[in-house]
């Protein structure tokens, strides 16, 4: 009976086990038939605006991207052409050379639509858009999330189906990126949509994503008058106020300029893309029209032309704006600070204006006939900023505990060095710490350490030195605790002067 039992078990357990394995097989194929079949959106301008050759389109993307300029800065936002590539390419590839080598993970890509009308936002929120470089997966939990943050964004195949000015960006990216997920967001043309879009995108937005229009600018009037509308238009971009945009296209529609259609094919797309980086550096990176005869292959007609402009919003380079006559005042406040202090017992207090009465953390630095006496600062300060060079000078002279205090006897031998601070900015690597450039914070658990920017070139330390050292010596954790992904680091600049 007991060995009846046993077999009854034996066997439903290999049906069961059966059916799980044969179910799991079925979602599997499932899978692979929906990633495969279903929900891939073809490439529909191969062989029209870029080449359908795998290896003939990687070739000429990369060297679009070589022949553009190089380009400096931490970028968060692009506008960029979508004409075929013999006109717009090598503009469009001075907008891309900025993302070589940047971490992004997200790139948003924003177009208005030029194949139908339609109230509303259409994201496509699942599956792969293909090219002939291979398929990009859509990020579709992002893309669900900005769904239904709003009855006015939903996913409305059509707007995607012929549309190139998504398509034409992505072999740029394939080439620019390594690792990376498209939210491809068309917008219907009415206006709210604009402000809609903007609403939902800030709260989905973070540091690896990247936002990029899809916009050409005047439509075929003359290169003379698409000089001078262009002109106006990425001067209206460049202030980063999409009311100037607004106001620069409704000034340029009442002069009738003769065969302009529009000033900007993507305007809302443009406005989305400023808004979301209106505290960022605009800069134009490349302008061009197809009067100026694009890569030689068509032939010029200066009668009618489009537009093209690369235009990058940046992080802005931190400037404390000090001039050499407040720079020498700080230096003032500080050497005062510490001979009332030490020889006296006594806080001076000071009263100044302009940029000295603005909160900005700083560090303040001793040194004795050139070796460290002392080095005590504040990232971020309630006080202004020569309050906290007064301070700071003080708690360097007397509270650095590396040091015995300041003596009277010594204050005619010391020299003081000021480093005003940019705010602290996490990042996601260490790779991302430039030496001689950024100083780094280190935090992991309670305990943290910080060097100054010059700290590296004084002593002529590598990265790999200086973070070993600042991990050891200065914040108390193993050497290699930089290399910890559970260890945050934030970098910042410094503007550094001394006596």
């Known amino acids: 009976m007991k060995k009846l039992i046993f077999f009854a078990i034996l066997i439903i357990s290999i049906i069961i086990l059966t059916l799980v394995i044969d179910q799991r097989d079925l979602n599997m194929k499932k899978d692979k038939f929906k990633k495969e079949n279903n929900i891939i959106k073809k490439a529909v301008v191969a062989g029209s605006f870029y080449p359908e050759s795998k290896e003939e389109l990687a070739i000429l993307v990369d060297k679009l991207l070589e022949g553009a300029d190089s380009v400096n800065g931490d970028i968060r936002g692009l506008i960029v052409p979508h004409a075929g590539y013999v006109f717009s390419g090598q503009t469009a ?54 769904i239904e943050s709003s009855d006015k964004i939903f996913f409305k195949e059509s707007a995607h189906s012929n549309e190139h000015s998504l398509e034409v960006q992505l072999p740029f990216l394939q080439r620019a990126l390594d ?15 604009v402000d809609v879009l903007i609403s939902s995108l800030k709260e989905l937005i973070d540091e690896k994503t990247i936002i990029i229009a899809s916009s050409d600018l005047s439509h075929y009037p003359s290169e003379e008058d698409a000089q001078y509308s ?18 620069a296209i409704i000034d340029i529609e009442k002069q009738n300029i003769s065969g302009l259609e529009t000033c900007a094919c993507g305007r809302g797309s443009i406005e989305v893309v400023m808004e979301l980086n209106k505290d960022k550096e605009a800069r134009l990176l490349k302008y061009t029209n197809s009067g100026q005869g694009g890569d030689g292959s068509f032939p010029v007609d200066k009668s009618r032309v489009v537009g093209y402009a690369s235009i990058g919003f940046f992080e802005k380079e931190f400037s404390d704006g000090l001039s050499e006559e407040e720079k020498e005042r700080l230096l003032e406040i500080a050497k005062k600070s510490v001979e009332s202090y030490v020889s006296a017992g006594k806080i001076l207090s000071f009263s100044e204006k302009g940029i000295l009465n603005k909160n900005l953390g700083a560090f303040v630095t001793i040194k004795k006939n050139g070796q460290l006496r002392g080095c005590i600062g504040s990232f971020s300060p309630d006080i202004p900023l020569y309050q906290v060079v007064s301070e700071m000078a003080i708690s360097a002279a007397v509270n650095d505990p590396r040091f015995s205090p300041v003596n009277e006897d010594e204050l005619s031998d010391l020299d003081y060095e000021i480093s005003v601070l940019s705010p602290l900015k996490k990042v996601d690597s260490w790779k991302d710490v430039e030496i001689g450039k950024h100083g780094v914070q280190v935090v992991k658990d309670d305990r943290s350490g910080v060097f100054l920017p010059q700290v590296a070139v004084e002593n002529n330390w590598d990265l790999e030195t200086f973070m070993n050292i600042l991990c050891q010596q200065k914040a108390g954790l193993p050497a290699d605790c930089w290399k910890d992904s559970s260890t945050d680091i934030y970098t910042f600049t410094a503007n550094v002067f001394g006596e």
Do not use: C, M, W
């Open 179 to 193: 690792d990376f997920k498209i939210i491809p967001i068309i917008l219907g043309n009415k206006n709210d949509s």
């Open 230 to 247: 262009d002109g106006k238009v990425i001067e209206a971009i460049l202030t980063g106020d999409r009311n100037n945009l607004n106001q």
């Open 93 to 146: 590839a001075s907008g891309y050379k900025a993302l070589i080598g940047r971490g992004f993970d997200t790139v948003v890509l924003i177009g208005n639509s030029h194949q139908e009308f339609f109230d509303g936002i259409s994201v496509y929120k699942e599956g792969f858009y293909e090219t002939p470089l291979g398929r990009i997966e859509i990020d579709s939990v992002f893309a669900n999330k900005l």
